[in-house]
């Protein structure tokens, strides 16, 4: 009923659209994320006031509803102006492929993002010689979190490596720490086997993994997964059952000494739990990766057949300009993607986040779409789940291969 | 033949535009679905969303992929599951709608108003059931924290987050195992044929379960579905999922069995006390009995509720925990997350085809029944 409403809706608006001056957004931030999208229209409507705004926005976090609606509106033949999607073979894989995409190459050498925007960056969101969209902001992935004052009191520092971080998950679990890591449902999980392979691998066994380059079924791979399995071995059973949220209260309360999870937990620690950074949590790079920065990124991109194609090129424009991000980001608790983006209106863990977004090697994230189509990513999930049951690494890194071969990783 | 009278020249026009309705939306996007399920759409990337995809047909693949292959392990874990969970969900809601229904039809005090707590559960969607088990059955609280109420240690069982299983058996041996349950129902039905005194349905039956247990003995070993022994069970889970399911639908059996005890006749119960029936034999000889009509009709309705399952397990545990997904979870992702839109019209397919399974016999003895009447 509720799907029928909303295709009902999108149908609408759709015909709406027809007039002349309109630009149609499509994405699925609402709720917290609602005012920082509100502050990049404001801006558009600054530069373009004659334009009237639809902002279609389908909630359900991060887009589950919103990409099941725009499935159905693509395959209909209505595509929106401009839609979301997470930057690189989310829609690569996807949309791309199927050849539904412009090229927006011509956009970034005119607005010269090519120089705005991290070399790696560009690489992650180009395929088949294009570029396919305009990154709006940038999380990182590979953070761990911790509670200083805790970490003091078992007197544990923060591990740089993971054999360093086995070491001190049994130091703790001698303490009585009955869980050091805590983890929750499946894509929390893929989250923390993202860092543990790019901790294992480096960023350059990451990248080849993702260029076909390595295989899954490599000892160094396999490795990955066993690697995986001890650190599974420091977290919670009732791990399932946990939102990311309810994971990270964890950290804070001391049941737990470590998660990882994106940055987004730092909105959460400052907006929500009202603590101060760097004494009430504390974070650092995930273990072994000191200076990779795992990067996803929200992004839009010009479906072909958009019915107000020079609205949407503008409103492109307007993303990828520093006043855009500048606008969004603060709200939204993200970085700009743009390396000269203004650091005085960000709190303390953006800036620090912004400096390593200058500074280090950027490689995208396999859960957040930046690596691995969907297609992969939502069947790695069950690969994930399947491993934490069996713990056998062989077959899972076959799984994992051939997952890769079907989704056409590599290709 | 009557003709082309007024009258039916009117019902046809009435009946007709719902009957092609049916015939479009009903039947035919089944005959789609179907048909998909037999091609490759979405197995390639490319052409899964493109504007003209280019599809093949390519015959049961991709039924054989989700049975034997090695990536649908996946799939065949939540037909064990569905099993599982169809078998406790029905039993759970006829037995505590039994219980309930014999309780209120003892006349308590206040039973419009019990009446209407029981079934209030049933009101709400599976969304709603899901959400409020949910938080009941988290790690730290609702039901784990019950114990501190009588001054006890919180309990610990991960309900909806157990990874745990039991009575697991090896996938490949499911051709072993099936042959073998329909050989010992065929013996029963013999057994039974030949006390009747039935000796053609003796033979034939007897016939089928030799055959069927000398393949199941001499052949089924040696197939192998699977590279490797891959062990399936009843995840537990799942227990909590049940318990919700069981709590929204139990208030519905109560009142169909309500029904049926309020339309026993007094005179039967009367008879059978006059016969000496004492309180337990009058439900075993004369109450049971008359109910179960009712049992069946209700394990229908429960049975094909339990099968297509969705919003449930959507709300409790996630789209993505495999210990507790389902088939219908499975088609959903399948379908709008990877885009492998023919894999996941075949799970749908599989799917029609258990509720078909549920839902044909008991409509061929109704439409049998009318007839009969008529």
């Keep these: 009923m509720k799907k029928a409403l909303m295709i009902a809706a999108a149908l609408a608006l759709t015909t709406s659209a027809a007039a002349a001056g309109k630009l149609e957004i499509f994405s699925w931030w609402s709720g917290d994320e609602g005012p920082a999208l509100d502050a990049l229209i404001k801006v558009y409507k600054q530069r373009y006031p004659s334009v009237a705004v639809d902002n279609a926005t389908v909630s359900g976090g991060a887009g589950t509803n919103a990409k099941a609606v725009l499935k159905t509106r693509m395959l209909g033949g209505t595509p929106p102006d401009s839609f979301q999607a997470h930057a690189g073979q989310e829609l690569i894989g996807t949309w791309v492929v199927a050849n539904r995409m412009e090229d927006l190459s011509g956009l970034f050498k005119s607005e010269g993002w090519d120089k705005a925007f991290p070399k790696d960056l560009v690489r992650l969101i180009s395929s088949k010689g294009g570029i396919w969209s305009v990154p709006v902001n940038v999380h990182r992935s590979n953070v761990m979190w911790y509670n200083p004052a805790k970490l003091k009191a078992w007197g544990v520092t923060v591990p740089k490596t993971w054999p360093e971080f086995l070491k001190t998950c049994s130091t703790l679990k001698a303490k009585g720490v009955a869980a050091p890591l805590v983890v929750g449902e499946n894509w929390t999980q893929q989250h923390l086997w993202e860092s543990v392979a790019i901790g294992t691998l480096g960023a350059k066994g990451w990248e080849d993994l993702w260029a076909g380059k390595l295989k899954f079924t490599d000892p160094r791979v396999v490795g990955v997964f066993t690697t995986f399995g001890k650190v599974m071995d420091c977290a919670n059973k009732d791990a399932s059952g946990l939102s990311w949220q309810q994971a990270s209260d964890r950290v804070i309360s001391g049941q737990s000494a470590f998660n990882i999870m994106g940055d987004w937990a730092a909105g959460y620690f400052t907006t929500t739990k009202k603590l101060a950074p760097n004494t009430g949590f504390g974070w650092a790079p995930a273990p072994g990766t000191t200076k990779t920065f795992v990067m996803l990124a929200d992004s839009f991109g010009l479906p072909k057949g958009a019915k107000n194609r020079a609205e949407a090129m503008n409103w492109l424009k307007v993303l990828g300009s520093k006043a855009g991000q500048d606008a969004f980001n603060p709200l939204k608790g993200s970085i700009a993607a743009r390396t000269d983006s203004d650091l005085s209106k960000y709190n303390t863990y953006s800036r620090s986040a912004a400096a390593d977004w200058k500074s280090n090697k950027i490689v995208g994230s396999l859960v957040h779409g930046a690596v691995a189509p969907e297609s992969f990513m939502s069947a790695f999930g069950t690969v994930i789940d399947q491993y934490v049951a069996s713990r056998n690494s062989a077959g899972a890194a076959a799984a994992a291969q051939q997952l890769a071969a079907r989704a056409g990783i590599g290709k | ?374």
């Design chain 2, 1 to 374: 033949m009557k003709g082309l009278s007024k009258d039916r020249l009117w019902s046809v026009a009435v009946l007709l535009p719902s009957v092609l309705l049916i015939a479009v939306f009903v039947y035919g996007f089944i005959a789609r679905s179907v048909y998909v399920s037999m091609t490759d759409w979405g197995n390639d990337p490319a052409q899964a969303l493109a504007l003209d995809p280019v599809i093949r047909f390519i015959g049961l693949a991709n039924y054989q992929d989700l049975f034997t292959g090695f990536l649908q392990g996946r799939f065949r874990q939540e037909l064990v599951s569905t099993v599982f969970f169809t078998a406790f969900f029905i039993l759970g809601c006829l037995g505590l709608g039994l219980g309930l229904a014999l309780i209120l039809d003892r006349n308590p005090r206040g039973e419009g108003l019990w009446r209407t707590i029981f079934l209030f559960p049933m009101s709400l969607s599976f969304i709603v059931t899901g959400t409020i088990w949910r938080w009941m059955l988290q790690p730290g609280g609702g039901v784990n924290q019950a114990p501190t109420l009588f001054g006890g240690q919180p309990s610990t069982f991960p309900w909806l987050s157990s990874t745990e299983a039991i009575w697991k058996f090896d996938w490949n041996k499911l051709p072993l195992l099936t042959a073998s349950v329909v050989a010992v129902v065929l013996i029963v039905v013999a057994v039974r044929a030949l006390r009747a005194g039935d000796r053609r349905r003796t033979l034939v039956a007897a016939l089928c379960a030799a055959l069927l247990l000398g393949w199941a003995l001499f052949v089924a070993p040696n197939l192998k579905l699977l590279p490797a022994p891959e062990p399936h069970g009843f995840n537990l889970a799942l227990i909590g999922i049940i318990i919700a399911a069981v709590w929204q639908m139990s208030g519905y059996t109560m009142a169909l069995y309500l029904a049926g005890l309020r339309g026993i006749p007094e005179e039967l119960r009367e008879a059978a006390k006059v016969d000496g029936a004492g309180d337990l034999g009058m439900y075993r000889h004369v109450i049971f009995p008359l109910l179960a009509p009712i049992s069946l009709s209700a394990m229908i309705v429960l049975g094909h509720i339990s099968l297509k399952i969705f919003d449930l397990v959507y709300a409790m545990s996630g789209p993505d925990n495999i210990n507790t997904s389902v088939p219908a979870l499975n088609m959903y992702l399948t379908s709008f997350r990877q885009n492998q839109f023919a894999l996941g019209a075949a799970i749908g397919t599989i799917l029609l085809i258990l509720v078909a399974f549920v839902i044909v016999p008991y409509l061929a003895s109704q439409f049998r029944g009318e007839e009969g009447h008529a």
